[in-house]
């Protein structure tokens, strides 16, 4: 089996927020089969960039997607996170 996917980890981690904006990130590392730092960096990227805001609960963290944020690339920036999400589910 081929070893790269149509998408990245950064939409990975992305649609599993938006799925469940409570999972940990020991959870999503595993989910994606990505280590820990590399979803911490990649949270920090998607944060930067405006696509999620983290509020701590408690101990925990709970992610809010903005699913009225753009995707990136030009060929597809007139789609929107949250119609990238309809898609997948």
């Known amino acids: 089996m081929s070893s790269w996917t149509f998408l990245s980890n ?16 020991r959870d999503i590392a595993e989910k994606v089969d990505i280590t820990e730092r590399a979803v911490q960096r990649i949270v920090h990227d998607l944060v930067e960039e ?5 509020r701590k609960e408690g ?5 809010s997607p903005n699913l009225k944020a ?3 690339h030009p060929i597809e920036e007139r789609v929107t996170i949250g119609a990238l999400a309809a898609l997948i589910s």
């Open 50 to 54: 405006g696509y999620i805001a983290v």
């Open 10 to 25: 950064h939409a990975h981690v992305l649609l599993l927020l938006c799925e469940d904006p409570d999972l940990r990130m």
């Open 59 to 63: 101990r925990r963290n709970h992610y």
């Open 70 to 72: 753009h995707l990136r």
